[in-house]
């Protein structure tokens, strides 16, 4: 199914790196497990599984991302339990953003917008305003503390610990009508109302925010309902925490059978 929309997607992008292999003993002069690399999955992260989760539910998108610099999260991770022992971030000091002035764009010529801003310095709350002020559907998933460069936004993405973070800062009343609060297992919160997620066996919690949030947009745009579009979103969400590291909606293959890259290593 390929739906007729245009939408942008503005963002930081990384690439996920996921190493996985056996650990089956303790380091003799420390206390830590000694992992024996098997394979290495790499796949867009970010932004750029927000745009992978739209292509895998059909969507075509366009997409303004980070260019200067690279941005890696490795994780080593055993394969049988799938327990992270570490992660590693590469080149994640924040960069000037671009001007939306500069950008050839124009808002009011998509059905959507979508900003996935991790705060790494692309995303500047000039843009935000800018997208907000000149397109009606704009879909944020911010870190940055919520002010009136993003009032007019359709809907605000955060989980439960940014939402935390906010109490004291905004007041929460004049939000609640566009701020939809991912809450994990529990599923989300939206005008005072809990929409409860499937119950699942969760694997995986990596890009889960990225799928409902690419979810909740499709299928707003396919029944301009924020409601039946969360719960779509949450069933959506349901889906990628069953799996094993960052994949997308209605995945084909490992990951969505096009953007993933697998390396064996040789023992």
């Not at 002069?29 to 992992?35: E, G, K, N, S």
């Not at 745009?51 to 994780?75: A, Q």
């Not at 002010?147 to 940014?162: L, M, T």
């Not at 599923?187 to 889960?208: M, N, Q, S, T």
């Amino acid at each position: 199914f390929s739906m007729n929309k245009r939408v942008l997607v503005i963002g930081d992008l990384c690439t996920d790196v996921f190493i996985y292999g056996k650990a089956s003993r303790l380091c003799p002069d420390i206390p830590a497990p000694v992992l024996k690399p098997s394979k290495v999955v790499e796949d867009l992260g970010m932004a750029g599984n927000v745009v992978k989760n739209f292509k895998s539910l059909g969507l075509d998108v366009e997409f303004i991302h980070n260019t200067e610099k690279t941005i890696k999260k490795i994780r080593y991770v055993d394969e049988q339990t799938n327990h992270t022992f570490l992660r590693v971030d590469e080149g994640d000091e924040t960069e000037e953003g671009f001007i939306a002035g500069n950008c050839y764009h124009r808002p009011s010529e998509y059905d959507a917008i979508v900003i996935s801003d991790y705060c790494k310095g692309f995303v500047t709350e000039s843009i935000i305003r800018y997208c907000c002020e000149h397109n009606p559907n704009v879909f944020i998933d911010t870190k940055k503390v919520l002010g009136d460069f993003c009032k007019k936004a359709k809907i605000i993405k955060i989980n439960e610990p940014e939402y935390n973070d906010l109490k004291g800062k905004i007041n929460e009343e004049e939000w609640k009508e566009n701020l939809i609060v991912t809450l994990g297992k529990q599923g989300c919160r939206w005008k005072g109302c809990i929409y409860a997620a499937f119950e699942v066996e969760v694997f995986d919690l990596c890009g889960a925010g990225d799928s409902f949030l690419a979810a909740l947009v499709y299928k707003y745009l396919e029944t301009n309902c924020i409601m039946e579009s969360i719960m779509f979103a949450n069933d959506m969400a349901s889906q990628v925490v069953q799996k094993r590291g960052v994949v997308a909606c209605f995945s084909r293959t490992n990951g969505d059978g096009e953007e993933e890259l697998v390396k064996k290593i040789n023992a």
